[in-house]
């Protein structure tokens, strides 16, 4: 299996260090909730409520938002210029390193 390691800054300023397969199609929201870190990822991954919205924190380069991801940031609140949906980020091999801080609720 192929891992690469990430770090969420969580709501309390604590850094968590993941580990998280790019073998298995998953994505920011789905590594956070399986290791318990406090993301509800309410509609379950389709950019459609922004319970996962996180701040990119590293010099990280992701793929252009779609118009889906822009539309949900375009209506929810504490969005910020690095805003991304933790659902619409891919764990892949380019963003090995990444660092993350989970928005508030």
């Known amino acids: ?12 300023n604590k850094h968590h260090l993941l580990k ?15 290791y318990d870190l406090p993301v509800i990822g309410e509609c379950g991954g ?6 996962c ?5 590293s010099e990280t ?9 822009l539309d949900m940031l375009d209506q ?4 910020k210029e690095n805003s991304r ?6 764990l892949s091999d380019e963003i090995e390193g990444i660092v993350l801080r989970l928005a508030p609720e």
């Open 53 to 57: 919205q996180c701040y990119l924190e």
């Open 76 to 79: 929810a609140f504490y969005v």
């Open 61 to 69: 380069v992701l793929p252009p938002q779609s118009d889906a991801e």
């Open 46 to 51: 389709m950019a459609m409520c922004a319970t």
């Open 1 to 12: 299996m192929n891992e690469i390691s990430l770090t969420i800054i969580d709501r309390e």
């Open 20 to 34: 998280g397969p790019t073998d298995m199609n998953m994505n920011i929201m789905e590594i956070c909730k399986a």
């Open 85 to 90: 949906l933790g659902c619409q980020i891919q």
